[in-house]
Each structure stands twice: as C-alpha cells, then as structure tokens.
C-alpha cells in the first residue's frame, strides 16, 4: 500500500533538537503553527528565502555586512524568497543576481558583501538538500530492506519548486542520496505534472480497484453464508444424523458405531500405542496413562512419518507394509521392540466396524486411493503386514449415541436389550457383550464428510466446489484438503499474477474458503449437539469438544477456531 509519510513533521518530538538553528526558532516563532511540522521549515521551499534574511539581518546588525547598515526592507518577513535563494546560484549570473537583489532590499553592498550573502544562500540552500537527501535514504533503506535486496535498483519520482528551479539542489540531493546509499542504483525522475497529476492517479488506481473489487466480492459471494444458510445446514445435517442411525437405505452420514461404549473416568493406566493414519502423514506415538492425575496421560515419545503420494495411489499391501515398517522404526526408538503394548489403530477413513477390534473400509477419501483395500478389515492387514515385517506387535466428528437409537446396530445391541441371550450360546465374547448390554450407550463415528453426497448441499455448493470435486479421486463423494483447491480455482478464474493487488486479493480469498470452512463445521457441530441434548432430555447442555486437526491447530484462532465457534452459538444459542 502507498504510505502518505507527511515528513514534515519529523522533529515535533525533539528528534532535530541538535539540528535546529536561532534561525529555525525564529522562523518557527513566526509562523501560523509554532512547534509544529518541524523538518518542512528547515528544508521546505516555502522558509528558505526567510531562513536567509534571518542569517543576513543578524550579520548587518553585528557589522559583519554593509558596514553595519540595516534597511527597513531587510527587517520586513518575507522580502527574500526561495526565488532569490535560487537565483542567487545561478552559474553564471549568481553574484550579479545577488547585488540587484541588496540593492532592492535598500542597501549598498560591496563586492565582498554579495559574495558572502550568495555563501549564506548557499549554506541555507545545502542544508535543505542534505536533510532531504538524509530522509529519503532512510525510506530508500527500508524499502531495501523491506524486498530483502542486496542492491536495490529503484528510481524516485520527484516534485516541487525548489527541485525544479534551484540550479544546484537536484545535483546535491543526488549526491547525498547516493553517498548515503552506496549499495543502491537510485536514479530520480522529474514529475512534470506535479500534485495534480499524481492525484488523477490515485483516483485512476481507485477506480481500478473498486471495479476489481466488485469482481472479487461477485466471485466469493457464494463462500459467504447468511443465518439463514447456516441454519438450513444445521438442519439438514440433523436430517443426516438421523438418517445415518436407521438400518435400512444409504445414508451420506453413515454414522458407524464403533463398539466403544464407554468414555474415560481418570482410571485408566498404563502404557499404551496409538498408530494414526492421516491424509498426509503417519503418526506413532507411545502414551503412559498415569491413575489419578490431570491431564491423565503422557506422551513418552512422537514421531511423524510422511506417506508418500505414489504409496497412497498405489497397493495396499504397500500401503500397510510402510505402516509396519514406521511401527517397526517407532519400536526400535522407543526401545520398546520386544515389549508386549496394547495398541490403537487409528484410521481417518470411513470404517464399518463389526467389534472393537474389527472394521471394513467403506472407501478411500483425502486423496487416498490404495487398491485392494475397500471392503476389507484394515486391522486384519495391518496384522499381516506385521508378521510379513516379523513385528511383535479431514473431518469427522464421533460422540455417544443412545443405543436404543441405533438401528442399524439392531443384531448386536437389539439382541442385548431384549435379554436374548441363552446361556448354551454364550462364550467369552458374549459374556463381555452382556456387560455392555449395562451401559446404554456408544460412541458413533458420523462420518459427516459424506453430507452432501445425496445432493442435500447443492444449493450452497459453488462452482469452485464442483470443479475440485470433479478433479478429485473420489469425485462425487466427501473428500479432504478441499479447501486449498477450492483457493487455487477462485485464483485462476481471476487471472491473478504477483502484485500487490493481488496478494491482498488472495488473503481475502483465502479468508472467504477458509470462514465458509469453519460455518459449516460449526453448524454441524450444533446439530450434533443438539442431538445429544435431546437425548439426555435437556434444556441447557454445558460440553466440552475435544478437537484435532491440522487446520484446527494451524489456522489463526480469530479465522478458523473462533469462526467454528461463533457458528455453533448462532444456530444454537446455549452454552458450549
């Protein structure tokens, strides 16, 4: 952005205290605003001419000048102008230049007297030009610094009387400029039109940029959600939750249970694995849970592990190999390789699980498409990458459901609530079943990605959203990472290269994907809420989220956490 520096009043703060002349405080004195705009009256062209009757008044009443002669016209402001500075150092007319004006001040000068007037001009004249030059060095510096150069190339438009008709000022602004600058190629221009001309151009920029603006606001209109759209979602998604808990037809939120039935109660200890495969990376972590104190774990040791995008595209059996060998690397760091741990596998795709221990991939989303693997039990194949490697061993939301709720669970939990077990069938298995038959709840994995995929969002859907999502692995079905697709699609269809413009453009682009992003998040979030405040027959629900996620963590609070939040209060006005 250009930045008015109004320079003028460099000094007001005393910053020139060890510059400033008897002269200056005359001038400053005198004038309509003592004490303000401090520099502009030591270099502007508007005081030169009064800064030097000041200094040649002085000298005639101390005798230094026309024998001690003081005209009336020498004792009157403003009977010396910038006009006569300048002529006065004129090459060749200079000293002739200087005695007519003495002469028309009233005086007889002597020869000796013009030339030490004409010195006084140009002592005043230099001084403007050095502190000019002085201040422009430190912006030139800053630019410099500012773009990270190492020689900055730049040419400076320049305006002004004084530039203009003083014969010696530009070559001595140049001088200073560049010997304070040693490391710049700085060159100056002369702005003929002068204040008018660069005001047209402003107002030329501004046309430009309101009318670029106009298009940025019609293209990220769809991005931006009104109270009315956040609360269709919240619904919709509601809809979709429901929907997900019956047994019988597809449903885009496919709420899976998870055979998790109950929370933690500050019990739990020991050391434990946790395995986390995300979108781009695999996680293993080593966590201590210790009894009794807050918080109640520990990670021992994390390490990250990158899954390389041929690896995702490609096997499954490669897939889960690579996971065995970063389980077998993580071991070997821990020094925990021949220990025998209970361990979690934590998959971020949509899994039907048929018990704890148990869960087919329903698909690949986040840009994974490892063949071989849909349909399959991902804890049977990461048991036989395991043994193969001689190993002793987006978004979604999950939250505990009434059972009596889930319908699609109604051959496990149906048989537990109406008692149906005979005693001839029961094993171990269904010994740990009937326990579970006393806790009338489980945890249920929404898998809420999927909503939309039956068309319910179209209406909010951009054009944005249906190029990423046909360009995508899985088109026509949820998917990760959408949002920095989403961004580059808005980006090309405004035809962006790198300007300044441009790059306010893009943070508002970003801005606008990244807050939509967060709306939905959070109106989905209500309807889950609300969900379980119905079911604990609740009028004000008091609950504690816990989030994970790379966006989460990384997006600045105000944009991405906050926004999440101020969207759940919106369309469901009770405490979180």
């Not at 929907?243 to 998790?260: D, E, N």
């Not at 808005?490 to 970003?510: A, F, H, P, T, W």
């Amino acid at each position: 952005m250009c930045v008015n520096t109004e320079w003028g009043a460099f000094g007001d703060d005393g910053a020139l205290e060890d510059y400033i002349t008897e002269f200056d405080r005359d001038v400053d004195a005198a004038s309509n605003n003592p004490g303000k705009q401090t520099l502009e009256k030591m270099v502007s062209g508007m005081y030169l001419g009064e800064l030097v009757r000041l200094v040649v008044l002085k000298m005639a009443k101390l005798r230094l000048l026309f024998h001690g002669h003081v005209s009336d016209a020498l004792r009157t402001k403003g009977t010396i102008t910038t006009e006569h500075v300048a002529a006065m150092e004129e090459d060749k007319t200079g000293l002739m230049n200087t005695r007519n004006l003495l002469v028309d001040l009233g005086l007889s000068p002597s020869p000796d007297d013009c030339v030490a007037v004409q010195h006084v001009g140009t002592v005043v004249s230099s001084r403007s030009s050095n502190l000019v030059a002085a201040g422009l060095a430190a912006i030139l510096t800053r630019i410099k610094r500012n773009r990270n150069l190492r020689t900055l190339r730049i040419t400076v438009g320049v305006d002004g009387s004084v530039y203009k008709r003083h014969p010696q000022f530009p070559r001595r602004l140049h001088e200073v400029v560049r010997r304070l600058l040693p490391e710049g190629d700085v060159r100056f221009a002369l702005s003929d039109g002068g204040s008018s001309t660069g005001a047209a151009l402003v107002a030329a920029v501004a046309q430009r940029l309101a009318a670029r603006s106009l298009q940025v606001d019609e293209t990220l209109s769809p991005f931006r959600l009104s109270q009315e759209q956040l609360q269709v979602m919240k619904t919709r998604m509601r809809m979709g939750l429901e929907a997900g808990l019956k047994s019988k037809g597809p449903s885009a939120v496919k709420m899976l249970p998870s055979f998790v039935y109950r929370t933690p109660d500050g019990t739990e200890h020991g050391k434990y694995l946790s395995l986390d495969l995300g979108a781009r990376n695999f996680r293993a972590m080593l966590v201590n849970f210790k009894q009794g104190l807050q918080p109640n774990y520990l990670p021992l040791y994390h390490k990250m592990y990158p899954v390389p995008p041929e690896v995702t595209q490609g096997r499954g059996e490669e897939l889960f190999d690579l996971i065995a060998q970063c389980v077998s690397d993580f071991l070997d760091y821990t020094g925990m390789k021949n220990a025998r741990l209970p361990a979690c596998f934590i998959l971020s795709f949509p899994c039907e699980q048929t018990a704890i221990d148990t869960g087919s991939l329903v698909s690949w989303t986040k840009g994974f498409h490892a063949t071989g693997c849909e349909g399959r039990d991902v804890v049977s194949m990461l048991r036989e990458a395991i043994e193969r490697r001689s190993v002793r061993s987006g978004t979604n939301v999950c939250y505990m459901e009434e059972l009596k709720n889930i319908e699609k669970n109604e051959d496990t939990t149906g048989r537990m609530e109406r008692g149906e077990w005979a005693p001839e069938e029961e094993d171990e298995d269904d010994g740990r079943e009937r326990e579970r038959a006393e806790v009338p709840k489980m945890c249920v994995n929404t898998e809420w990605g999927g909503l939309g995929d039956d068309g319910s969002l179209d209406d909010i859907i951009t054009p944005y959203d249906i190029e990423v999502d046909r360009n995508s692995l899985h088109p026509e079905t949820q998917s990760g990472r959408m949002a920095l697709l989403q961004v580059r699609s808005v980006l090309q269809q405004l035809g962006l290269d790198c300007s300044c413009d441009d790059s306010i453009i893009v943070r508002e682009v970003c801005g606008a994907v990244s807050r939509r992003a967060a709306q939905l998040c959070g109106a989905g979030m209500a309807a889950v809420v609300d969900k379980i405040r119905e079911n604990r027959g609740l009028d004000h629900l008091n609950i504690t989220i816990g989030v994970d996620g790379t966006l989460y963590k990384l997006h600045p609070q105000v944009c991405f956490p906050g926004v999440t939040v101020r969207s759940q209060s919106q369309t469901r006005p009770l405490a979180l």
